[in-house]
């Protein structure tokens, strides 16, 4: 792992760390202020915002999508599957992924990936309608309602595409507006273009083995995830975010229960976890419950977890990613990278 940071809290008192290198070339040292592509840690700003929506009446949670976008889930289908499905992914719709990148076969069968993808369309522009339609038309994963559900990132960009509609402008801004702005993140928000701005790592993609060594994707068009994962923070927004969602101040009470409401989803790495609506728990033996969300990029990791009462948090960044060699079925090794950020979690969460 070249680098790491995070920030932990526990009430007033606060921790913050740094290991490692940001651009292995220079030796120039990570810090643990940097901003970092922070992956599906967007999709719980991305609920918060369309959970407001449903506060205000522009959104009905139990709605079907086909009621608000017929054009991209027509027919029995989109009578079928509802905001709420969407948002804890249980709508069946497949994964677009593999059709955005098409070598990059997805999980579970990564002994078939490759990584020329990712170098093709460093600077592709996706639609967000072009990519939303190759989920739809995928072959379904499930049943709309049925468990476990199936995580899809298709699922997030129709909310994107749903904020739009019912605010008037596009889901970036709203939930910069709404979101963003309301938890006063001033080092968090959408890259206008593939680069981050101010200070940063770069994100060292190892593709299990396959990029030797690995390969700096930190200046990446963001546009095929959006609205999914495309956010960049720091550790210390990340957990004030977190902390202000858990006490009510970015949703209503209410509404932070429908969030923290789970149903069993398998996740792309084919673990079947509790997911609510953008948010999933980590329990913790004797120290309560966690809420928050990982998120990966090509290259760059992130994690975030707040507790139950929002007093003790953990927001890691990591600079690495798929440092896993395969075995013969094409999973994942396990890797003693993975026991030290288990044993730094369990420290982190524990005290």
């Not at 997030?156 to 910069?176: D, N, P």
């Not at 938890?183 to 701005?197: E, Q, S």
Request: contains cysteine.
């Amino acid at each position: 792992m070249p680098g790491l940071f995070a920030e932990v809290r526990d009430g007033d008192r606060v921790w913050r760390g740094a290991a490692g290198v940001a651009d292995v070339a220079t030796a120039r040292p990570v810090t643990a202020d940097m901003r970092h592509r922070v992956g599906s840690i967007t999709k719980t700003f991305t609920a918060a915002a369309v959970l407001q929506q449903v506060e205000s009446g522009r959104i009905g949670l139990d709605t079907p999508i086909g009621r608000y976008l017929p054009r991209l889930v027509p027919g029995a289908r989109g009578e079928a599957i509802t905001v709420r499905m969407l948002l804890n992914h249980t709508s069946g719709l497949a994964e677009y992924l593999p059709y955005a990148y098409p070598s990059l076969r997805a999980f579970p069968a990564l002994a078939e990936t490759g990584p020329q993808s990712l170098d093709d369309h460093r600077f592709t522009r996706f639609r967000a309608t072009d990519l939303i339609e190759w989920g739809v038309t995928a072959p379904a994963v499930g049943a709309p309602g049925s468990t476990p559900g199936v995580y899809s990132n298709t699922n997030y960009l129709l909310l994107g595409v749903l904020l739009e509609q019912v605010t008037g402008t596009t889901a970036e801004r709203c939930i910069a507006r709404n979101v963003i702005e309301r938890a006063g993140l001033g080092h968090t928000g959408f890259p206008a273009g593939p680069y981050v701005h101010g200070p940063h790592s770069r994100l060292y993609e190892a593709w299990f083995g396959m990029i030797d060594p690995p390969r700096d994707y930190s200046v990446f068009d963001m546009s095929w995830v959006g609205p999914t994962a495309s956010l960049i923070s720091t550790v210390t927004d990340l957990n004030r975010f977190f902390g202000l969602l858990m006490s009510g101040e970015i949703v209503t009470p209410s509404s932070l229960e429908e969030m923290r409401r789970t149903v069993p989803v398998v996740s792309q790495e084919g673990k079947t976890i509790d997911y609510g609506l953008g948010l999933h728990p980590a329990e913790t033996s004797g120290n309560g419950t966690f809420w928050g969300h990982g998120g990966t990029v090509w290259g760059g990791g992130a994690l975030a977890m707040t507790r139950a009462d929002g007093k003790r948090q953990l927001a890691l960044a990591v600079n690495s990613q798929r440092w896993n060699a395969l075995d013969p079925s094409g999973r994942p090794r396990p890797h003693p990278i993975d026991d030290a950020l288990a044993a730094f979690h369990h420290v982190a969460m524990h005290g």
